[in-house]
């Protein structure tokens, strides 16, 4: 199974939208709708912030959501903060699981 | 609380063997998923593989199997990962995560840092 295909970086403003991409095939992304994103801080273990394509866990700020079309699955993250600055992670498992190579975001 | 306690920081040489473990509590360790990531110095995410600590039902990714073995020990609510012979380039940052059969990670563990060098 290859990584799954993210930008490396993207930026944004605060109070800005971004996006973030995740781009895969027919055989995982757009399989199934087991798709999760993960927020990780610098030495911080990495935090589950949508799972099944766009269901957000308890806890977790509205101002992140998620979708998918085909086989790009997609992470939006609204109204920018600075405490948004992280690596972001898309995965998609099908009996096997994969993440895609990581986004850092930088909220400039 | 949900919480995984990995086991500490290990040095080792290469070819040396090596389990480290996780602890699961404030869940029902049997009924979810537990699975291993690897982080490499610098780099991503890569999916390792996962258990269900009820029937011991075992999934690898392509990359890990054979490299590897996942087990778990539902009496004592936790999970392994070991090597049999150690490289240089299992020096990486290992943790365990918790979750669904929908494969997604809800609760991670701290990270257990796996040196290997001669």
């Known amino acids: 199974q290859s990584a799954l295909t993210q930008p490396a970086s993207v930026s944004g403003s605060p109070g800005q939208s971004i996006t973030i991409s995740c781009t895969g095939t027919?055989?995982?992304?757009?399989?199934?709708?087991?798709v999760s994103w993960y927020q990780q801080h610098p030495g911080k273990a990495p935090k589950l912030i949508i799972y099944?394509?766009?269901d957000r866990p308890s806890g977790v700020s509205n101002r992140f959501s998620g979708s998918k079309s085909g086989n790009t699955a997609s992470l939006t993250i609204s109204g920018l903060q600075a405490e948004d600055e992280a690596d972001y992670y898309c995965?998609?498992?099908?009996?096997?699981?994969?993440f895609g190579g990581g986004t850092k975001l930088a909220v400039l | 609380e949900v919480q995984l306690v990995q086991s500490g920081a290990e040095v080792k040489k290469p070819g040396e063997s090596l389990k480290i473990s996780c602890k699961g509590s404030?869940?029902?360790?049997?009924?979810?998923?537990i699975g291993w990531v690897r982080q490499m110095p610098g780099k991503g995410l890569e999916w390792m593989g996962i258990?269900?600590?009820?029937?011991?039902?075992?999934r690898y990714s392509p990359s890990f199997q054979g490299q590897v073995t996942i087990s778990a020990d539902k009496s004592i609510s936790t999970a392994y990962l070991q090597w049999s012979s150690l490289k240089a380039s299992d020096t990486a940052m290992y943790y365990c995560?918790?979750?669904?059969?929908?494969?997604?990670?809800?609760?991670w563990g701290q990270g257990t840092l796996v040196a290997v060098s001669s």
């Open positions: 995560a918790c979750g669904s059969n929908s494969g997604r990670f809800d609760y």
């Open positions: 404030g869940y029902s360790f049997t009924n979810y998923w």
């Open positions: 258990i269900y600590p009820d029937d011991s039902d075992t």
């Open positions: 027919s055989s995982d992304v757009g399989g199934y709708n087991y």
């Open positions: 099944d394509v766009s």
């Open positions: 995965s998609s498992y099908i009996s096997s699981g994969v």
